[in-house]
């Protein structure tokens, strides 16, 4: 995959359209991510105890991997990713700048 955990990411659809945050977990296999901060949802947790209340946990959801578009180190913008062969490295680069990423 072109995008890893760690990477700074924009989401490009949805209620959270033009924002960005950091990537927490990656599931190649469904090609599903989740993005800290974004797309929150609502889970709400039965009392475990008699005197306990119940609570609302809010936690970000999976987007798919399509919703999101990498951001640039260098010029800070959303952009799409390309490979580069260096020696004996292939290293991600970013398709605006020619900047490799990290």
């Keep these: 995959m072109k995008i890893k955990k760690g990477d700074k990411v924009q989401m490009l659809r949805g209620k959270d359209r033009g924002k960005t945050g950091k990537i927490l977990e990656v599931d190649s296999k ?56 260096t020696g004996k490295e292939k290293v991600r680069v970013c398709r605006k700048c020619g900047e490799t990423l990290a």
Excluded: D, M, Y
């Excluded at 005197?51 to 640039?72: D, H, N, R, W, Y």
């Design 30 to 85: 469904s090609r599903l991510l989740t993005v800290e901060g974004l797309n929150q949802i609502w889970k709400h947790v039965r009392a475990k105890r008699g005197g306990e209340k119940g609570q609302k946990i809010q936690f970000p959801s999976a987007v798919p991997f399509s919703t999101v578009a990498l951001v640039c180190g260098k010029c800070g913008e959303a952009t799409r990713v390309g490979f580069q062969i």
